[in-house]
C-alpha cells in the first residue's frame, strides 16, 4: 500500500510540472486585445496591477519579490498601484511618494504586513505619514511628494493603464503588454509567468 501511494504521489508531482511544462493560452494565461505598448523596447516587461488592502496581492508579493532577484536580465518588473475606488488613493500615492524618495522597494513589504498582519489603520495621509516616520521616512519630504503636483498625473496614468488593460482584479499579471495572469495560486502564477516570459522572448525572436 505503501508503494501504491508512492507513485501516486509520483505521479501526481509530475501532473503538477507538466501543467506548466508549456504555459498553453486560454488555460493558464489570456492573451490581452489589443495588445499594449511596453515603455521599455529592449527589455520584456513584467506589470503587475496590485492593490495594498487585497488579501491575494499581500500572499503574492513575498514570492514575486523572491522571484524578482533572480529574474532574468532582459526583464524588467513594474508596480502599478490600481484604484478602484476612492478610499484606495491614499495608499496608491503612498506607493508613489515613496518610489519618489527611493524608499518603494525597502517599505513595500512592511505596508503590505502592517495592513494584513498587524491590521493598522492607513486609510489617511495623517496615519500613513506616522507610520513611514517611524520607519525612517522624513515627514517634511514624504508629504511633500505626496500632494505633489506630478503625483496627479501618476494616479492619471495608473487609471488609464487599468482601464487599457482591462484590469478587474488584483493581483494581474501582463507580460509585454500582452500576455495576461490572474487569478492563479503564488506559486502557480509565478510558474506561469517563466512560462510565459519564454513564450514574449520567442514571439520577440520573430519580430
Not at 504521489?9 to 488555460?27: F, K
Not at 492593490?51 to 532577484?69: A, I, N, R, T, V
Not at 532574468?72 to 515613496?98: G, N
Request: hydrophobic letters at 40%; glycine letters at 4%.
Amino acid at each position: 500500500m505503501r508503494f501504491i501511494r508512492q507513485i501516486l504521489a509520483a505521479l501526481a508531482l509530475l501532473c503538477a510540472t507538466h501543467v506548466y511544462a508549456e504555459a498553453m493560452a486560454g488555460r493558464d494565461y489570456k492573451l490581452l486585445n489589443p495588445p499594449q505598448p511596453t515603455s521599455n523596447g529592449s527589455q520584456i516587461e513584467v506589470v503587475e496591477f496590485f492593490f495594498y488592502e487585497c488579501p491575494h496581492c499581500y500572499h503574492l508579493d513575498g514570492p514575486l519579490s523572491q522571484w524578482e532577484k533572480k529574474k532574468p536580465r532582459d526583464v524588467k518588473l513594474q508596480l502599478v498601484p490600481v484604484i478602484f475606488r476612492e478610499s484606495a488613493e491614499p495608499m496608491a500615492r503612498t506607493f508613489y511618494a515613496l518610489e519618489a524618495l527611493g524608499q518603494s522597494a525597502r517599505l513595500h513589504k512592511e505596508l503590505f504586513e502592517a495592513l494584513h498582519v498587524r491590521n493598522m489603520d492607513l486609510s489617511d495621509e495623517a496615519k500613513i505619514t506616522d507610520f513611514v516616520a517611524k520607519h525612517g521616512v522624513d515627514r517634511a519630504k514624504f508629504g511633500a511628494a505626496y500632494n505633489s503636483f506630478s503625483m496627479s498625473s501618476k494616479i492619471a496614468h495608473s487609471n488609464q493603464m487599468v482601464q487599457s488593460y482591462g484590469v478587474r482584479g488584483t493581483p494581474t499579471i501582463v507580460v509585454d503588454g500582452k500576455y495576461v495572469i490572474s487569478n492563479l495560486q503564488p506559486e502557480d502564477a509565478i510558474a506561469v509567468l517563466d512560462e510565459v516570459i519564454k513564450v514574449a522572448r520567442k514571439e520577440r525572436s520573430r519580430r
